[in-house]
């Protein structure tokens, strides 16, 4: 069964930095996307960061020039750093990749979330 396992959140004060990871549990043949969403509670869930071609990536305007996603494809994982956080990035952060197993199914998956509170 593929999985992705999260791991990174935490308590920070204003102004700190945390980083994310995320990497896929068990055997595939490809990943065809990767991506981070965040979610506050009553709110829909956000895309904040995702891979557009290669190693492109393209961020929510929010969070633009503060936050940075990068891969490590060898270990087949994510990574979000987060930079100069605000109260407002307050929220339950969720990875999420789309890939193709040895069977050739393509299979969207959603790591288990992670809360990430900005609070002095």
């Known amino acids: 069964q593929v999985q992705l396992v999260e791991s990174g959140g935490g308590l920070v004060q204003p102004g700190g930095s945390l980083r994310l990871s995320c990497a896929v549990s068990?055997?595939?043949?490809?990943?065809?996307?990767m991506g981070w969403y965040r979610q506050v509670p009553g709110k829909e869930r956000e895309l904040v960061a995702t891979?557009?071609?290669?190693?492109?990536?393209t961020y929510a305007g929010p969070v633009k020039g503060r936050f940075t996603m990068s891969r490590d494809n060898a270990k087949n994982a994510m990574y979000l750093q987060m930079n100069s956080l605000k109260p407002e990035d307050t929220a339950v952060y969720y990875c999420?990749?789309?890939?193709?197993?040895?069977?050739?199914?393509?299979?969207?998956?959603w790591g288990q979330g992670t809360l990430v509170t900005v609070s002095s």
């Open positions: 999420a990749a789309q890939v193709r197993d040895y069977s050739w199914r393509s299979l969207e998956v």
């Open positions: 068990g055997t595939i043949f490809s990943i065809n996307f």
């Open positions: 891979f557009i071609s290669g190693d492109s990536t």
